[in-house]
Each structure stands twice: as structure tokens, then as C-alpha cells.
């Protein structure tokens, strides 16, 4: 949910000013771009070189620079971001930006800001409690901004009570829920499969596909990017999936279908993408077969299909999506799986077209829906074709 989005992290003067470095990288690994202000205090509490590395773009936290001859520009840092967010905020940041009192970058930047603004606050319990860090914090909240509150525990000066600053985690899950509000498929649950499987035939061999999950992958991109929360059993593949879904690692197409199982029924839509092998080793070697034995064939047992065994299950309201492969008659095979597996919606790929299928970073499908209506979508990155994918499944949901 956070992937792509611009964050203005600023850091007060603060003990709790350590935990920024984590948050930083918390932010930046699920996707956001974080450039960081400091106040001239928080430089005593946090060298600036960390966040600078964590986050891949220079700290700012004076005025000017080189010695004067050149400034560091609020008003376009402030426009630049998708949200501010001040973690820590001390008490004397929280009086400056009540007041307006512009003497360092940061209460600059925040002044210059137009998006949504949101603060964590950190400090001791008395000065936490005090009816004028209180009252701030409420003239803050009736500007429109918005306040995690800070949590209860041991505080750095011994006192146990309420000032901690809120975990980064707790801080990161805060932001990608604000973001995912108001879009078309916040507080849905979905669920994909990806990438190949690997079917063991002995302890170093296996049977597998060219299957690499980067249709997966952009499917699950353009969930999150839709408000959806994503979970993605990805088969192996050394394509890196969203920070910001949970993936579920699996190998064998028994195990997929273990962990579809699993989350199936909490799920509003389920979207199969993966290349399930139908066929595994009857019976794996333990040890490692030998050129001796060659001349055995190896027997295989049928797989179970995962897609199949979800649209038998499938109750009202969710939405099951299925992908076919097909290197002729494609439409037709397409319409047969889309009954047989009782689908909602086929993702028909044919490898005939140069630029579509596996490994390749575009693709070119049609779209056949219950009701026999195609939609072609032209060749084109797989992000793209991800998200009109999405769209389609959105708009045809009351459908399921
Ligand atoms: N699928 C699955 N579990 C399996 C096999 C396939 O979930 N064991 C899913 C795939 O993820 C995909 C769709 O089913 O969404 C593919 O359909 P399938 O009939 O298995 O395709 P093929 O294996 O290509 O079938 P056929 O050989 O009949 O063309």
C-alpha cells in the first residue's frame, strides 16, 4: 500500500529519534520513497549519514548549505510529499507548529506542506500529560492532522508510563491503512497464487516450469495499489514479491494447495495465477537415483487442482479468477475451464504472440467472463495488463 508513495519523515530532537533509522527502513522496504528533515537537535540524538543511507537521499536539516551559498528548499520539499510524517515529535516541535514559529528547516517544511500531516509523539510522562502538551496536541488535531498516539511503558528516564513513541511497525501498518481508505477495494481480503511449483523426484532432482510469478506478482502490486490486503503463496522464484503483502513460500503443489486451503474461506476474491505442475512423483526417491536404475520410468500421480477445488467451495460474494495457457483453440479450452472450475472470470494467455508468457515483462491476454463476453488487452507491460485485470475484476464483483 505504501509502495510509490512519498513520505516527508521529520525527526525531532528526541531519544526515541534512534528508532527513526528502523522506521526509515520499514518505509522504504515496503516500497515508499522517505526523504528526511531533521531538527539541529536531532542530529545529537541520530547521525544524519544513517538516515541519509537508509533512506538513499540527503538529509536536510540547516537552511543553506555549503557554507551559505546555496538552500535547501522547503516550499518544493514540502509540495513534493504525499505525507509528512513527524516521528518523533517533541515537545518543542508540537509549540512551534501550534504557534507557527519558523526557526528551523523542518517547521519550515511542515509550514510549506499541503498534504496530510501526521505526528507521533515521544516524550516524558509528566511532559506527555501536561494540559499544554494536551492542548497542542488537540490545536494539532483541529488543523486536520492526524496523531498516533504515543504508548505506555518504560520511558528512556526510568518512569514507566504513557510517552514512548508508537513502534515503527505500528506506525507503518498506521500509514498503509491510510492509505488503502476510500479506494475500491479497501478492506478486501485477497488471495493469489504465483510462480511454478517444484515436484521432487529425488533429493536433487525435480520436475518444474519456466513459470517465473511475475504475473503474480504485478496482480498483487495491483491489489495492494486498490486497497486490497494480499496474500501471495508464491511458488520459487527468484522474482522479488510486494513488501507490503504476506507471502507464503511453498514448493510442491501439495503445499499450495495446503496454504490456499488455509486462507480460501477469508478471502472476497482468489486469483490463481500460478503454473501448478499436474503431475508429481509417485513415490520421490530417498536417496539420489543412478543412471543404473535409467532405464525405469518414473511413475507420477495426478495433483490436486487448487483452482478446481476453490470454485467447488466458492460461496456467494467471492470472486475466483483463473488463468488458462493455451497454444491452440484457446477461446474454447478457455470457455471449458472457466465451467468446469466454476470460475468467474478467465485470463487467457496464448504463447503464439511474441512478447507474452513466461519470463517475458509484457503480455497480451483476453478476458472471458461468465457470461461468454471477451476483452482483449493488447500487448503490453504486465503492470499495466495487471491492473486492468484488476479493474475488470472490480467491476464485474457484484457478478460473483
Ligand atoms: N491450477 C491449479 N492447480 C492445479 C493445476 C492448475 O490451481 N493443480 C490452476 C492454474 O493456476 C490456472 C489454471 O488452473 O489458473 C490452469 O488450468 P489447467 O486446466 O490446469 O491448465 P492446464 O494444466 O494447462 O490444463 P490442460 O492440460 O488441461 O490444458
Redesign the pocket.
Known sequence: MLAGKKILLGVCGSIAAYKSAYLTRLLVKAGAEVRVVMTPDATSFIGPITLSTLSQYPVLWQFTNDEGATWNNHVELGLWADLMLIAPLTATTLSKMNTGLCDNLLVATYLSAKCPVVVAPAMDLDMYRHPSTQYNLERLQSFGHHIIAAESGELASGLEGQGRLAEPEKIVAWLSNFFSKDLPLSGKKALL?AGPTREPIDPVRYISNHSTGKMGIALAEALLSNGAQVTLVLGPTTETPPADATVIRTET?EDMYKAVKDHFPQSDVFI???????FTPAQPAQHKRKKAEGGNPIALSR?????AEMGQQKRAGQFVV?????TQHALQ?GQQ?LQE?NLDLIVINTLEDEGAGFGHDTNKVVLLDKDNTTTELALQPKREIAEQIVQHIIQHWHEA
Open positions: 497464487t503443489a490463481a495465477s500460478a503454473a501448478v505442475a499436474d495433483t490436486r487442482d487448487i483452482l483463473g488463468f488458462a495457457l493455451e479450452y475451464k472450475k
